[in-house]
């Protein structure tokens, strides 16, 4: 059981270079997010989705772009990085329901932006 | 804006110690509370939840107490061990079906556990 996978784990990019980070889950979760973290900050949530075909903004949207075309995926896109988009991101999924709401988390990719 | 936060960022207690890291939340709609804990190099891996109409949940070795009087959430780790050692964050929801897009994090406390 692979739980939440993210690739890559490590990235360089130069400003203004795209890249899509992936993040696969095969708990057939119905919510999946993403989250970006920085140094001296908790844990902030970029995009998410309820549901295949669904998605909508959190707290730091710009500058990413998501979809989830199927239950596992939700890449998630840069469509012109910049420097303030060093960071570490993390892909999360949670089971839909009331009862159960622990979302698993990936491990994570750093993302360094020069 | 409304925000969970921790009051302590580096919280040194000795190996076999009890631990408590706190948490201040200001939304008093927020009705489910997550601990995580995260390890250098990982993500973050749920530790132990309580919803809003309780005022104490225990795990192995964990305890959650929430006072929503003054809505402030404690984590209490019994008999500290090595692999204590994390950053420790709350995360509120304010609706307990709204699954990973609904989490709110706080900014975490570094428990480090000295020998």
């Known amino acids: 059981n692979a739980g939440v996978t993210q690739t890559p784990k490590f990235q360089v990019l130069k400003t203004g270079q795209s890249m899509t980070l992936q993040c696969a889950q095969d708990?057939?979760?119905?919510?999946m997010s993403w989250y970006r973290q920085d140094p001296g900050m908790g844990l902030r949530l970029i995009h998410y989705?309820?549901?295949?075909?669904?998605?909508d903004q959190g707290e730091v949207p710009n500058g990413y772009n998501v979809s989830r075309s199927t239950t596992e995926d939700f890449p998630l896109r840069l469509l012109s990085a910049a420097p303030s988009q060093t960071s570490v991101y993390f892909c999360?999924?949670?089971?839909?329901?009331?009862?159960?709401?622990?979302?698993?988390f990936g491990q994570g990719t750093r993302l360094t932006v020069v | 804006g409304e925000s969970v936060g921790l009051h302590l960022p580096t919280l040194s207690v000795q190996e076999g110690d009890n631990s408590i890291i706190n948490c201040a939340y200001s939304?008093?709609?927020?009705?489910?509370f997550i601990w995580y804990k995260q390890e250098s190099g990982k993500g973050p891996q749920f530790i132990i939840d309580?919803?809003?109409?309780?005022d104490k949940r225990q795990g192995q070795r964990v305890t959650v107490l929430l006072n929503k009087t003054v809505k402030h959430l404690s984590l209490q780790i019994a008999a500290t061990q090595p692999g204590d050692s994390a950053v420790y964050f709350c995360?509120?929801?304010?609706?307990?079906?709204?699954?990973?897009?609904?989490?709110?994090f706080g900014k975490g406390t570094h428990l480090i556990i000295q020998p």
């Open positions: 989705s309820v549901g295949a075909g669904i998605t």
């Open positions: 999360a999924s949670s089971q839909t329901g009331t009862g159960d709401t622990e979302a698993f």
């Open positions: 939304n008093s709609a927020s009705d489910y």
């Open positions: 995360a509120e929801i304010l609706h307990s079906g709204g699954g990973a897009d609904g989490l709110t």
């Open positions: 708990m057939n979760h119905e919510y």
């Open positions: 309580i919803r809003s109409n309780m």
